[in-house]
């Protein structure tokens, strides 16, 4: 239950396409879902994040679109490019429990390659 | 965000050593937390840096093994004992800053290390 699954393990998208990553959870108690950018030989980078009250979150080409009854959400990358190559992981937390710290569980991760 | 450094980036150690990992934030922080991550996979959490007491550790991972100190609220280092070739991975420091709405979590650079 307290697993999150991400897909596709790897994706290869077209500069200017669109990248889509999905991830899906059990735990209904989870109410932060932050996404982590990572570029070989660093570390991960926040990108986005969304709460659950909300179904769509939009940062410059980054959105995640968030189903609550699903329990599921996706980053979406606009007009992809090349500078986006890097791993993506999905996360996700209960942050009204304290017992948690907070802690992170986190997706497998996708490894996004754009193709010029 | 967290501007988070870590010394040393990588090290080569052979195997019965130990090495002291050392976690810098520029500014105070709520939570720390210390990763492995394998090349192409995951973090897995080790424990959460409890500030002037024992650190929290996860299933799988022991304090003598992975000693862990935290004297202060920027400052953290992860002591790698006995090493064993199986050690071998990216180690990496994390911290979290409350900004309103979120705990959002932040990570240093990593160290690589390998063990012979």
């Known amino acids: 239950q307290q697993q999150v699954k991400q897909s596709p393990q790897s994706l290869i998208v077209q500069k200017g396409g669109i990248s889509i990553i999905n991830c899906a959870y059990e735990?209904?108690?989870?109410?932060?879902f932050p996404w982590y950018q990572q570029f070989p030989g660093k570390g991960p980078a926040l990108l986005i994040a969304?709460?659950?009250d909300v179904s769509e979150k939009k940062e410059g080409r980054f959105t995640i679109s968030f189903n609550k009854s699903a329990k599921q959400f996706s980053l979406h990358i606009m007009d992809s490019q090349p500078g986006d190559s890097a791993t993506y992981f999905c996360?996700?937390?209960?942050?009204?429990?304290?017992?948690?710290?907070?802690?992170?569980?986190w997706g497998a991760g996708t490894k996004l390659i754009i193709k010029p | 965000s967290a501007v988070i450094s870590q010394k040393p980036s990588r090290d080569i150690c052979q195997r019965g050593t130990s090495l002291t990992i050392q976690c810098q934030v520029d500014?105070?922080?709520?939570?720390m937390f210390w990763y492995r991550q394998q090349p192409g996979q995951s973090l897995t959490l080790i424990a959460t840096?409890?500030?002037?007491?024992?650190?929290?550790?996860e299933s799988g991972f022991v304090i003598d093994k992975f000693p862990i100190s935290r004297p202060n609220l920027t400052f953290s280092t992860l002591t790698v004992s006995n090493m064993s070739p199986e050690d071998s991975s990216i180690y990496l420091c994390?911290?979290?800053?409350?900004?309103?709405?979120?705990?959002?979590?932040?990570f240093g650079p990593g160290t690589r290390l390998t063990v012979t």
């Open positions: 996360a996700a937390t209960h942050r009204g429990d304290m017992d948690s710290n907070y802690q992170l569980i």
């Open positions: 735990n209904t108690a989870f109410d932060y």
């Open positions: 969304i709460r659950p």
């Open positions: 500014s105070q922080v709520t939570m």
């Open positions: 840096a409890n500030q002037g007491s024992e650190a929290t550790y």
């Open positions: 994390s911290a979290t800053r409350n900004t309103g709405a979120y705990d959002e979590q932040y």
